[in-house]
């Protein structure tokens, strides 16, 4: 019984976060065309206003993000042709990342960094994992096979490290920059703007929620040697 509360709470913080967050972009996904322009519209207009140059704003499917090395906006289909409270307030925030990179701001750039150092060590835990059994039998070291599975799960658990870290720049780009544009531009009905935050506060999570999911990853990657 104990071993099921406790795995009902694991899902729960695990899953909880990612659930809450998509449940809020959906929710204010709808009515479609509440707004006149499209989130790609609004970012480039943000841009503009801000005098934000030679940062382009295009479609993909690798969900929203600013690209701080190509000096991209990248937005998901539903937000670069939408035109509801989600779709522009999620445009919003990827500008106000743009505006932290054209303002020197310190923690984006500290993330940047340490997204490029940390994504291939994550990537070589992975493979150390994965070795780390056979070289303990090859070299019938078992200390040398538990010191490789200890750095295995270290190397993996830095990408938690990386979510934790930048999620500072995550609420700045949410409310030290979208909603203070949102606000100084008109652009939300006055009705809208709690929802606005809300949807802000989602966007900013979504790094809580990808560190989460991280720390499962390793919890996986744990148990499944755990059967061998």
Do not use: C
């Not at 967050?21 to 009515?31: F, G, Q």
């Amino acid at each position: 019984m104990h071993i099921l509360i406790l795995l009902a709470v694991l899902a729960a913080v695990v899953f909880g976060p990612s659930l809450w967050v998509k449940r809020v972009m959906e929710k204010y996904a709808s009515p479609a065309d509440r707004y006149g322009g499209t989130g790609a519209e609004l970012a480039r207009f943000l841009l503009k206003r801000e005098g934000v140059e030679g940062v382009r704003v295009e479609e993909t499917e690798q969900g929203d993000h600013y690209d701080p090395v190509e000096k991209v906006v990248r937005l998901s289909p539903d937000n670069f042709h939408g035109r509801s409270l989600t779709a522009i307030t999620v445009a919003a925030h990827e500008v106000g990342h743009a505006v932290q990179d054209h303002t020197a701001y310190g923690p984006l750039r500290l993330r940047h960094t340490l997204v490029l150092l940390m994504s291939p060590m994550e990537r070589l835990g992975a493979g150390i994992l994965m070795a780390s059994p056979f070289i303990g039998m090859l070299t019938r070291a078992p200390s040398l096979g538990l010191l490789m599975l200890v750095g295995g799960l270290l190397t993996l658990a830095t990408s938690t490290l990386v979510h934790f870290v930048t999620l500072p720049t995550e609420v700045d780009a949410s409310f030290g920059r979208a909603l203070p544009l949102l606000e100084k531009h008109n652009v939300l009905y006055e009705a809208d703007a709690p929802h606005a935050a809300r949807i802000l506060r989602a966007a900013a999570m979504t790094y809580v929620a990808a560190s989460l999911m991280s720390l499962l990853n390793v919890a996986r990657w744990w148990a499944i040697l755990m059967r061998r």
